[in-house]
């Protein structure tokens, strides 16, 4: 049994879903269901006994200590977290709660746990910290990729919220002992990826007829990874990593984010052209730049490839071709979102 944190989210979905799919142990699920979870995405799952949906925040520590002590997990995966930086350069106060103060209080409710252990489960177990790139700051374009070394330079509120995270989990490790692995991750894009972010965002306003906005002049370069490479990652850490290291993530996939917004545009012009006729690209529209905004990520992920024989399956040409493939098969999921009804089915169920 493994407890997972946020699995009702983008990547946490994601997760639970290959796991299960390829015989993997049964999962406690527990996700607050802010805006950005969605148990829509799981809904293939819903007379699979070996998925436990438990509505609850991270840092709630009695709800944690409970299920720790009831379930047992071997190891726990903290995918919760506020993820969007426009949020949360417009209001901070969640990514503090939820990042800082909650993975506090989450690393207490373990240590409580992990501490009651008999010997052997203590040696075993993990805490694995999903983490993300944007801790090491903006690169200049001719600086050598991110590597675990890097130094932590957080930028937006965001960031700045999964640093302070970051140096909590390790210190848990330093001082007291805790079984932690942290993986840092580079932009992840995929199915079920919450319509706010850059590629989502873009393929649903192509398809609506609407403006495709570029923030700034849309030569930010992202390191683009497909999620489920992103998944199959986190299982080799989980699995073979090192306790009390970290390790970055990310395929090599350094594009300015001009250059994905035409390359979603040309898939669409092959795969739904306009009833026009006319290229989606005529929608694009430069607007003002995100605060703060940082120019570039790359990640050097040699640590986990040659320590973990981990390698991503997708490129950037065939995972974006996937995914906006899975958008344009999936307009139920979509469509649940924009009107708002995967809400109130949450609120049916959960109130
Ligand atoms: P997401 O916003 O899609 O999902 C976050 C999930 O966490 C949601 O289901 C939400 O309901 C839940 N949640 C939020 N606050 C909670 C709380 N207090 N208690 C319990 N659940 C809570 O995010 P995502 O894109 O799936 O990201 C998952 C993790 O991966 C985050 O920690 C993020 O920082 C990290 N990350 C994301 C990316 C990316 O490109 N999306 C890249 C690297 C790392
Ligand atoms: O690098 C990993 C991070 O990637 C994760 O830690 C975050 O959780 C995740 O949200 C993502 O952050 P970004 O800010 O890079 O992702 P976003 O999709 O918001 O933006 C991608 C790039 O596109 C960024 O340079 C900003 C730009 N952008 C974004 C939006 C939403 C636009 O130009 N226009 C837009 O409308």
Redesign the pocket.
Known sequence: MILV??G?????ANFILDWLAQGGEAIIN?????Y??NLQTLASLEDDARHIFVR????DRALVSRLLFEYRPRALIN??????VDRSIHGPGDFIH?NVV?TFNLLESVRGYWNKLPSEEKAAFRFLH???DEVYGSLAPDEAPFSESHRYKPNSPYSAS?AASDHMVRAWHHTYGLPVLTTN????YGPYH?PEKLIPLVILNALAGKELPIYGDGMQVRDWLYVKDHCSAIRHVLANGRPGETYNIGGRNEKPNIEVVRTICAILDQLAPRADGAPYAQQISFVTDRPGHDRRYAIDARKLEQELSWTPAETFETGIRKTVEWYLANQDWVENISSGAYREWVEKQYG
């Open positions: 944190t946020g009702a989210g983008f990547i946490g527990l996700d607050k269901l802010t950005a979870g609850g925040d991270i840092g995918f919760a977290a506020e993820s969007h939820t909650g999903v983490s993300t999964k991750c580079s932009n992840n919450f």
